[in-house]
Nanobody, 116 residues
Framework: QVQLVESGGGLVQPGESLKLSCVAS????????MGWYRQALGKQRSLVAH???????HVADSVKGRFTISRDAAKNTVYLQMNSLKPEDTAVYYC??????????WGQGTQVTVSS
């Protein structure tokens, strides 16, 4: 089993930045893919960005140029740097992991609210 714990969410104004962190523990050797999803109120959960190994495979068009996914393998941690935040980025952000795709293990989610 793998446990994922997110942190770093909060309330910010439009144009500001936040950095989310997700620490993996447990059987971390079984995971090779990690990523971030988000779910806004009343909407389906959607993939924001993910990588396999050290290769970033996907970044959603809606966040390209503003969000950056990265990892620190030594710390079993994945990050999501979010810049130039917009009200439409408001959502619960989830960290996920898996062997070939980030969909087997899930964190509890962290709320990001962008509002003036």
């Amino acid at each position: 089993q793998v446990q994922l714990v997110e942190s770093g969410g909060g309330l910010v104004q439009p144009g500001e930045s936040l950095k989310l962190s997700c620490v993996a523990s447990g059987s971390v050797s079984s995971i090779n893919a990690m990523g971030w999803y988000r779910q806004a109120l009343g909407k389906q959960r959607s993939l924001v960005a993910h990588f396999i190994g050290s290769t970033i495979l996907h970044v959603a068009d809606s966040v390209k140029g503003r969000f950056t996914i990265s990892r620190d393998a030594a710390k079993n941690t994945v990050y999501l740097q979010m810049n130039s935040l917009k009200p439409e980025d408001t959502a619960v952000y989830y960290c996920a992991a898996g062997t070939y795709y980030p969909d087997r293990y899930w964190g509890q989610g962290t709320q990001v609210t962008v509002s003036s």
